[in-house]
T-cell receptor, first 115, second 114 residues
């Protein structure tokens, strides 16, 4: 069964450094989501793409975070500079609303630790 | 924006008992309500969902009910088993640009004691 891929799985970085996460959604999935999940809380939507267009990025801290999905397939989320409070699990998910189903398929996540 | 409240944060039951998790939402535009199960160290997975044109949906031991007027929805698990132990997240999703924008609750940690 096809799965959402993410890399790296773990990342340790020092504050003020730049980090980047990559996500490859399930083939054909038009919608891609980036979430931040702090331990003990639900996923918080950072940015949502429909193909290559941003649908919602209202919760993305744009002074330090950026996201792109240039060809409407894979996506990169970048943080520069990283802060201690950015330590969290970053989840990517995809869905294929054109079929009428809205189930999100999550990747394994990237656990970021900022020291 | 949407605000989703989920209760309780922790739920402990004996095997065979029923478990109920409740969520409320604020945005009347939300019309899609999925529930995800996240086992320790694993990714969230959809277990059941409901659209706003339906009041109840059932899948074996799992059911979801929706009250649009009161803006709340609930997950019901009957005959709980130890493998039901996990964190459960509700979400309220509003349509936007051909897709849905989801807002998740903070999660409920369900513990089923054998």
């Amino acid at each position: 069964e096809a799965e959402v891929a993410q890399s790296p799985r773990y990342k340790i970085t020092e504050k003020s450094q730049a980090v980047a996460f990559w996500c490859d959604p399930i083939s054909g999935h038009a919608t891609l989501y980036w979430y931040r999940q702090i331990l003990g809380q639900g996923p918080e939507l950072l940015v949502q793409f429909q193909d290559e267009s941003v649908v919602d990025d209202s919760q993305l801290p744009k002074d330090r975070f950026s996201a792109e999905r240039l060809k409407g397939v894979d996506s990169t989320l970048k943080i520069q500079p990283a802060e201690l409070g950015d330590s969290a699990m970053y989840l990517c998910a995809s869905s294929f609303p054109r079929t009428g189903t809205y189930e999100q398929y999550f990747g394994p996540g990237t656990r970021l630790t900022v020291t | 924006g949407e605000n989703v409240e989920q209760h309780p944060s922790t739920l402990s039951v004996q095997e065979g008992d029923s478990a109920v998790i409740k969520c409320t939402y604020s945005d009347s535009a939300s019309n899609y309500f999925p529930w995800y199960k996240q086992e320790l160290g694993k990714r969230p997975q959809l277990i059941i969902d409901i659209r706003s044109n339906v009041g109840e949906k059932k899948d074996q031991r799992i059911a979801v009910t929706l009250n649009k007027t009161a803006k709340h929805f609930s997950l019901h698990i009957t005959e709980t088993q130890p493998e039901d132990s996990a964190v459960y997240f509700c979400a309220a999703s509003a349509p936007s640009g051909g897709s849905y924008i989801p807002t998740f609750g903070r999660g409920t940690s369900l513990i089923v004691h054998p």
